[in-house]
DNA sequence: CGTCGCATTGATATCGCTCAAATCCGGTGG
DNA sequence: CCACCGGATTTGAGCGATATCAATGCGACG
């Protein structure tokens, strides 16, 4: 689990370092000088932005086998802070080697590139998700969207999880769930949903 | 309005075409083979998965001034299908040609990387913002993400179009302006918002 | 002057959130 | 093997925020 990405080329190896946190720790803080991009190892990191009301915005999520704080690459300074939601391990890039390395390695210019890109595509596709009105849309746009080829769809997560990505409290989840389910919209084993074909 | 991005090697300009599309019009259909990354010149484009349901998903949406598709170049086929919303007009990069420019022309690739992590960026602060509950609190992440230095936020778009960008309805918009405008919390002069600071 | 799109306000219905309670299920320890 | 526990899952009841429907004002433009 603690594993760096195969593709990263060796001067990135060498200089980066691994960084442990603590749930709830900090990775860096806001207006801090933006050194280094992190690849999530392990755990759950999260960037924040302390709103006028006094609340907490989470921006952006990283997880195990993700980058994190790559879209801060082009800016001097973070406009936001992040901390570790659960313990985690994250790997440090210093930005100086990952442009080098960008600029001198093919291969893993794309690869990087290549991330970047699927999680623009996620996130694209959750925007649309969440702004769809009512949970049944949602739940079925996400089906639509995630499902492997044979159309169904095995969740990893708890529902109560999926809950959260979707935008709606578990038991609004639970229960809409139970009316597709009804209406043969979907059909349900456990964890692995299905969304049926038809009108 | 017709401008391509400035930072456009010669080899992607010259083999590149400009496709207009009418409102409606498609532009390429799902399981078609991806051969062209494109830039919207013009108007908007959306990516499309039918859902079973019989309703179209939106999955991506591309305007003036931002690259579109490009999350499918490291796919050989459409997994969705795109057209036009509004009479728009595309410029297509052929993919091949794109890989070519992105390998040998180091600051275009840097530009496109850029590109595409600020898109990541935008998006994942949508995402943010469309999970919060009430009216009140998009409006304020909105502004308090969007803000310029001096805390303004010009708005260039009608409040109706900044709704949906929020995920709510226009009259919600209106409404929740007005009561964080009698509450101090913004204040107003056409399409001109201010976040106070303050609890 | 008429029309059209945007902005605004009012009244009402609806949906999802909240609080609450019961059940299920996997894991743990006796 | 069984009792127990905590988290996940269900289901119920009621409330509040937002969508929806409707009507009016308003400014741009032909």
Chains 1, 2 share one sequence.
Not at 87 to 116: E, I, K, W, Y
Not at 141 to 159: K, N, V
């Amino acid at each position: 689990m603690l594993k760096s990405p195969d593709f990263l080329p060796s001067t990135l190896t060498v200089a980066s370092h691994r960084v442990p946190l603590s749930a709830g720790q900090a990775l860096f803080a806001c207006n801090a000088p933006v050194e280094h991009v992190y690849w999530v190892l392990r755990g759950e990191v999260v960037a924040l932005r302390r709103m006028p009301s006094g609340r907490d915005a989470v921006l952006m999520r990283g997880h195990s086998g993700e980058f994190f704080a790559e879209s801060s690459m082009y800016m001097p300074f973070y406009d936001c802070a992040a901390v570790a939601r659960k313990p985690s391990v994250v790997l440090a890039l210093p930005l100086r080697t990952l442009r080098q390395a960008l600029a001198d390695d093919g291969h893993f210019a794309d690869m990087f590139l290549r991330n970047v890109v699927l999680g623009l595509r996620r996130q694209s596709s959750r925007v649309e998700r969440l702004r769809l009105r009512g949970a049944s849309e949602r739940i079925q746009h996400y089906l639509s969207c995630e499902a492997s080829a044979d159309g169904c769809c095995q969740l990893d997560i708890p529902l109560s999880e999926w809950a959260l990505e979707l935008g709606l409290e578990p038991e609004t989840l639970y229960r809409t769930l139970r009316v597709l389910e009804e209406n043969g919209v979907v059909t349900r084993d456990k964890q692995r949903m299905r969304l049926c074909t038809g009108t």
